[in-house]
C-alpha cells in the first residue's frame, strides 16, 4: 500500500517551497496563477486533495483588515478614521495594529504581517513603512511609503505641491526672510516638502538661505529645540513654514515665549491640518493633507484586491490645499 502523498512531495513534484504549496491549496495571495496550476496539478497527480478535504482552511477568511501603523499620532488616527469610513457597508472589521515598539522600528512591517497574515487580517494598509518589500500572504496597500513610490499600491498626499502653495502664500504676503522647519529626513513626503519650499523661493528670485532652515523630525520636543534656534539668531526669519502641524504648534509656543507676536511678529503655516490645527487660540494656518480621504482610497483599493480585480491605478497623488486661519500677515515693515 502507498504512503500517504505528503506536502513535501506536492512541493518537489511542483518545483516550489511548501510555504507556496500551502498558500496556492488555501487559495491564498502571493502565487502567480500558473505556479498555482501547477500545484494544483501535481495535488491532484499525487492524491494529496484528499488529506486536505477535512481542512476548512481553503475557504476561512477573517473578515478584518489590518491597518498597520508605526506608532499612534494624529497622522495615523486620521488615517484610521478614513478607512473606517471607506469600509462602511462592507463586511470587513477594521483592526488597528502597531508593532514598532518591539525591537529597533525598522522592519516593523515585516514582523507585523507574519503575525496576522492569513490568521487574524485578509489585507492589510501600512501606514508610512519603513520598507515596501515585505512578504506577504495577503494584499497590502503602502499609505505614504518612506520610499516613496513601489511596486505595493501606493496613497499619498502631494507634499511637493503643497509645500510651494504655502511657501508661495508668505511671499505674497510680503514675507522675504521665509524660514523652514523640516521634517524627517528619511521620508520621501518630507523631502517633498523641503523641495518645494525651495521651489517657491526659487520662483520668487529669493536665495535659498540654509541659516534659516532647522530640522524637527515631525517630533514637538525637537522642533521647540530648533525653533528655539532659529527664532533667537541675529537676523531671524519673519515667516516661517513648519513641515508639519506639530512643528508649527511647537514654533508658534516658543515665539510667544520670546515675546514675539503671531502673526504680527511672526507669520506660520503648517502641514496636515489635524483636528487640534483649527481648535488653538490661535487657529493655524495650514497645508490640508486630506488624510481622511487617503485613508478611505487605500481602504477602497484593498478591497479591490481581495475581490481579485486589477487595480485602475496603483498609485494615487491626493490634491493638497492652504487653508487659511489666524497666523500669517503681511510683515510689519516692507522687506527687500
Known amino acids: 500500500m502507498m504512503a500517504r502523498a505528503t506536502i513535501h512531495d506536492v512541493a518537489a513534484a ?22 498555482a496550476v501547477r500545484v494544483l496539478e501535481a495535488v491532484e497527480r499525487l492524491g494529496y486533495e484528499s488529506s486536505l478535504v477535512a481542512s476548512s482552511m481553503r475557504s476561512r477568511r477573517t473578515g478584518v483588515i489590518g491597518v498597520l501603523v508605526a506608532d499612534f499620532e494624529p497622522f495615523s488616527a486620521e ?24 525591537g529597533d522600528g525598522e522592519g516593523w512591517e515585516r514582523r507585523s504581517l507574519s503575525r496576522l497574515s492569513g490568521t487574524l487580517i485578509d489585507g492589510a494598509i501600512l501606514v508610512t513603512p519603513t520598507v515596501v518589500n515585505a512578504a506577504a500572504e495577503i494584499p497590502v496597500v503602502a499609505v505614504d511609503p518612506h520610499t516613496g513610490r513601489a511596486d505595493l499600491p501606493t496613497v499619498e498626499a502631494d507634499s511637493r505641491g503643497g509645500a510651494v502653495e504655502a511657501t508661495t502664500a508668505l511671499v505674497e504676503l510680503g514675507h522675504r526672510r521665509i524660514g523652514f522647519i523640516a521634517g524627517r529626513p528619511d521620508l520621501t513626503s518630507s523631502r517633498l516638502r523641503d523641495a518645494g519650499y525651495r521651489d517657491a523661493l526659487s520662483a520668487a528670485g529669493i536665495p535659498f538661505d540654509p541659516a534659516l532652515v532647522r530640522v524637527g523630525f515631525y517630533d514637538a520636543d525637537t522642533a521647540r529645540s530648533a525653533a528655539h534656534d532659529l527664532l533667537t539668531q541675529t537676523e531671524r526669519p519673519t515667516a516661517v513654514f513648519a513641515a508639519n502641524d506639530l512643528s508649527a504648534m511647537a514654533l508658534i509656543e516658543v515665539a510667544q515665549g520670546l515675546g514675539l507676536d503671531v502673526p504680527g511678529d511672526l507669520s506660520v503655516i503648517g502641514f496636515d491640518d489635524v483636528p487640534e490645527a483649527s481648535r488653538l487660540a490661535l487657529p493655524l494656518t495650514t497645508v490640508r493633507q486630506p488624510m481622511q480621504s487617503i485613508g478611505q482610497a487605500a481602504a477602497r483599493m484593498l478591497m479591490t484586491l481581495m475581490a481579485g480585480d486589477e487595480l485602475t491605478s496603483t498609485h494615487l497623488l491626493l490634491p493638497t490645499r492652504l487653508v487659511q486661519r489666524a497666523t500669517t500677515a503681511p510683515p510689519r515693515s516692507p522687506q527687500p
Request: glycine residues 18%; without cysteine.
Open 14 to 35: 511542483a518545483g516550489v517551497s511548501v510555504a507556496t504549496v500551502s498558500k496556492a491549496v488555501n487559495g491564498r495571495y502571493g502565487v502567480a496563477s500558473e505556479t
Open 79 to 102: 488615517i484610521l478614521k478614513g478607512v473606517g469610513v471607506g469600509l462602511k457597508g462592507s463586511r470587513y472589521d477594521l483592526l488597528a495594529y502597531s508593532g514598532s515598539r518591539q
